[in-house]
C-alpha cells in the first residue's frame, strides 16, 4: 500500500508540473516511457525543457482517482478515496478459486470520498483481457456520504483457464463518466 501511495505521490507532482505550465513555442519534445506498478502507460510522456508532461486522463486509471481540471480557476483536483474489496463465496472470503464455475459476491468498503457518485460498476476481466459486469447498480443513496460498504449480489461465473483474473471497482460521478478506483487480483488454479 505504501508504494502505491509513494507512485501516486510522484505521478500527481509529474502531473502539476506538467499541466500547469505552459509550452513555449520553440520547446523540443523527447518522448518518455511511464510505469506504474511495471506496467507501461499506453501514451508514455514528454520531456519538454526539463519538465515532465504526462497526460491527466491518462493517469486517471492509473492513479485509480477521481481527476477533474476546472477551467475557470485553472486548478487541477484529484481524488483517491480508499477503496478496498473482499471476494466471497457464501460467507467464506477466498483469494483464489479452483477453475470452473462458481459463484461469488464482492464486497466494496470505501472511505474518504469526497467526490459525489451516484453509481457503482464490478467487473471482472480474465487472463485474456475479456471482461465481464458482475453488477452496475445507480444508487442516489450514495449521494453525498462519504463512506459506506456495498455488498454486490451472488455472480456465477466460469474461470474457464488458469491465470489471474482482475475485480475492478468504478464509480461514477455526478453527471460524469465511470472511474476506475480499485482493482483486486485473484488467481484461478486447478
Known amino acids: 500500500m505504501k508504494c502505491r501511495r509513494i507512485a501516486a505521490l510522484v505521478l500527481a507532482g509529474m502531473m502539476f508540473a506538467g499541466t500547469l505550465s505552459t509550452v513555449p513555442a520553440h520547446a523540443e519534445a523527447d518522448n518518455m516511457r ?22 491527466v486522463r491518462q493517469l486517471q486509471d492509473a492513479l485509480q482517482a477521481f481527476v477533474h481540471f476546472d477551467e475557470k480557476t485553472k486548478k487541477l483536483y484529484v481524488e483517491k478515496p480508499n477503496v478496498h ?20 459476491s464482492v464486497l466494496v468498503q470505501v472511505d474518504s470520498l469526497k467526490t459525489e457518485v451516484d453509481s457503482i460498476r ?55 463518466d465511470y472511474t476506475l478506483l480499485s482493482q483486486l487480483k485473484v488467481e484461478a488454479v486447478k
Open 34 to 55: 511511464v510505469t506504474l506498478n511495471g506496467e507501461a502507460l499506453a501514451d508514455g510522456g514528454y520531456i519538454i525543457d526539463g519538465k515532465t508532461y504526462v497526460s
Open 85 to 104: 474489496m473482499l471476494l466471497f463465496q457464501g460467507k467464506n472470503p477466498f483469494g483464489k478459486v479452483e477453475t470452473g464455475r462458481t459463484s461469488f
Open 122 to 176: 464490478l467487473t471482472i476481466t480474465d487472463p485474456k483481457g475479456n471482461t465481464s459486469t458482475i453488477q452496475e447498480k445507480e444508487d442516489k443513496g450514495l449521494k453525498g456520504k462519504d463512506n459506506f460498504w456495498f455488498r454486490s449480489e451472488e455472480y456465477k461465473y466460469d474461470f474457464k483457464s488458469q491465470g489471474v483474473y482482475t475485480i475492478n471497482c468504478y464509480m461514477r460521478q455526478k453527471n460524469g
